[in-house]
């Protein structure tokens, strides 16, 4: 499979980055996890608007799920015709807070443009080419982290969250952990929120992955610091998801 970062702030837009979005593609599926504000302008060098088909949203934070708010307009009036309901899983509240930003209907409202899905902890779900096994992370909403497997290839992605035994089933034996670092060791950090560099690190040397990709990256903190801290715990090849980074994995 393909991956693309799509955005890799954390919380909010940087000057060289769009918020959390990541493209994987196999055998011509387009599958979206997480849709950030700052996202669907990048997203647009690389595939049509259009073409998406599933999308899988982590948590209701805006930096993860905003642009869905504009997409949907994209989708129901490109002057190139609508594409039908796009297939989008997330957190039971994701339907909700997205026909409340058009004050239409709940449930109901804006089924002319997705159809929603609610995930939970652990069940498998099936996407064209793609097997997805969806796990609760520790966030102060509810959050999901997902392990996305195609083609013999696996891809584990943390979303956002502190220190969790689930990350280390999610990203067990992985090609890639795509995990978030979003804070610096030796500040005073909040627990449940956001892993360090080295956290994500510990998770990924305990999950045996093969190769950790630091995402999530705050715009206030140094990237250098951020990639120490990692470099500290994890033995394996490291690197930072910049924006625009395609990876065949
Ligand atoms: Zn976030
Ligand atoms: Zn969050």
Redesign the pocket.
Known sequence: MRLTVVGSA??FPGPESG??SYLLEHEGYKLLLDM?NGSMGELQKYIDLREIDAVFVS?L?G??CLDLVTYTYARRYHPGGGSGPLAVFGPAKLEARLCNSFDRPIPGGIDDVFAFHVVSDSEKIELGPFHLVPRLVSHPVECYGVRVEAGGRTLAYS??SGPIDSLIDLARDADVFLA?A?YLEGDENPPGV?MTGKEAAEHATRASAQSLLLT?LVPWNPVDRVLADAESAYSGPIALATRGLQLDI
């Open positions: 954390g919380t918020c959390s950030g948590h934070h930096d993860h979303a956002d978030e979003s956001h999530h």
